[in-house]
């Protein structure tokens, strides 16, 4: 996720068809609870999350997968009435479209089969990415799920006191995310991209 300010931008709470009207070709806004937030990427922002685009789509590409990377979708889980999610990387199983209700009119998906991976780019709103939205991609059923805190943003109980740039790797298993904590030099083993070779360091560009 991009820079955003802390609270929303809105008085009024928005469904989701209003938010579409507003906001749907717009990608520095998403929706919560019927909350907008105003999404504003700082260049080192977009710096890791298009490292972690270009290096998945190497895998990808590599493993002769029938998978690609959304560039400007949103996440509107089924059982949510008013949120849409945006994330900054998202992994899409092409097979898997058919099953979707409105991907052929909109880049709207709703369903946690079509995704096999997303990455989340932490900022000034920390909160939604290590903790509502840990919980509501391990309920669609999304199999890894990252956290790319580059400037060490997150609260003391998902980093810890030292307050470093962390790579939080989230894997599926039994309905819940098992998080590896991941700094420095230490290298990314990744479930769904097992021949990935890099660092944290060299993720969140802090090497």
Known sequence: MAIATDRPIQQKALSFDEFLVRY???????????????????????EVAAFITTKVCVQIDQMGLPWFVLQRGLIRPSNIGMTAFRPDVIVIDRHELTKEPIWNEQSILTLGSSIKFVAEVVSSN??????????????????????????????????????QP???????????????????????????????????AEILKTF
């Open 24 to 46: 749907r070709d717009d990608n520095r806004y998403e929706l919560i609870d019927g909350d907008i937030f105003d999404l504003e990427p700082t260049g080192l922002h977009e």
């Open 126 to 163: 920390w909160q939604n990415d290590y903790a509502r939205k840990v919980e509501d991609y391990a309920t669609l059923g999304i199999p890894e799920y990252w956290i790319a805190d580059y400037a060490g943003l997150g609260g003391v109980r998902h980093i810890g006191k030292s307050k």
């Open 166 to 200: 962390t790579l939080s790797i989230c894997t599926l298993a039994n309905g819940e995310y098992e998080i590896q904590q991941l700094r420095g030099n230490q290298i990314v083993v990744s479930t769904t991209f097992p021949n990935l070779k890099l660092t944290a």
